[in-house]
């Protein structure tokens, strides 16, 4: 495999997660480009706009162990990590594996979860593996958390910690759909389209989980020149002296925006980054790290318009 065959894999992912997905190109796209930079993603959309149908779909694609947990008040560490059970037969402790010993993992509505359940994924997020017992659990590879929450709802829900936002690669926003790719939709489900059956679909599997390592090889190759790395840490240092922000961005979101721009070149069929593809992922990955002043939020800004603004003042390099 070669780096020029990275723009044919991705156009495969996008055409036969198509056969699923109606009006979601962009979103997924951004979830693939985080899949192959290694990274987790925060998916942001109201109920009934197919977050969840766009996760199984992608893991279907790439073969990946799927699994998926539903967040909740109740839920407790243990409830994900797993726990030490005593075996009678044995008079033995073993290891009883929780939902986080998985490839893909689904954590759905995660703000529901009090702080010290949502904490419980920081270690595994960032180090890909898990502390029981005194005991380390190094995780499956690829390892990837996709998590969702509601901008709406906000009773019954735990902000989540900026310590917990920085692990997340992307924040993507998945709006509600237009007429006519809801029409589609409508079409689709008169026809027989069944979400919870993608296989009848017709969807097809096109890459495997070891592949995925092996094209994450192959963007490391991808040149990126000083001017690039200029540009990024320039972007970020802008960020700390915006007008208009509380936080600005952190250096895992510099790296972040790195890995994003050598992916999303390479899904480009080329082997060096661009300013454009810098100042492509630079929005999805400092939306939800950014913090805005209330004097800002006053003059009807969000975090959006305010990295677009700082994009504007950082000279592209040539």
Do not use: C, W
Request: charged share 25%; aromatic share 6%; hydrophobic share 45%.
């Amino acid at each position: 495999m070669k780096i020029n065959d990275l723009k044919g894999i991705f156009e495969s992912l996008r055409a036969e997660a198509g056969k699923v997905l109606v009006g979601l190109g962009d979103p997924f796209e951004l979830l693939v480009v985080a899949l192959l930079s290694n990274g987790h993603v925060l998916l942001e959309g109201v109920p009934g706009t197919a977050k969840t149908l766009m996760a199984k779909t992608l893991s279907f694609m790439v073969q990946a162990q799927f699994t998926r947990v539903q967040f909740t008040p109740d839920l407790m560490p243990s409830d994900i990590l797993g726990t030490s059970v005593f075996d009678m037969s044995s008079s033995r402790f073993y290891l009883k594996k929780g939902p986080i010993f998985t490839q893909l993992l689904l954590a759905d509505e995660i703000n529901r979860a009090p702080a010290k359940t949502q904490s419980a994924l920081l270690e595994a997020m960032e180090e890909r593996q898990v502390n029981l017992e005194g005991e380390r659990h190094v995780l499956e590879t690829p390892f990837m958390v996709i998590a969702t929450q509601n901008p709406i709802e906000y009773e019954g829900t735990y902000p989540l910690p900026e310590a917990q936002l920085d692990r997340f690669m992307f924040k993507i926003l998945v709006p509600y759909s237009p007429v006519d790719v809801e029409v589609e939709i409508l079409r689709r489900v008169h026809q027989g389209f069944d979400p919870h059956n993608i296989e009848a679909s017709g969807l097809s599997k096109v890459i495997t989980a070891g592949q995925i390592v092996e094209i994450r090889k192959l963007i490391q190759q991808v040149t990126v020149e000083d001017g690039i790395l200029n540009y990024i840490a320039r972007i970020n240092e802008a960020s700390r002296r915006s007008t208009d922000l509380v936080l600005g961005a952190s250096a895992r979101a510099a790296t972040h925006v790195l890995a994003s721009s050598k992916t999303f070149a390479a899904m480009q069929g080329r082997d060096f980054v661009t300013p454009d593809d810098v100042k492509f992922v630079v929005p999805v990955v400092f939306r939800h790290r950014v913090l805005l002043k209330p004097e800002a939020e006053i003059e009807g800004l969000n975090s959006d318009a305010v990295i677009q603004r700082l994009l504007g003042q950082v000279e592209v390099p040539r």
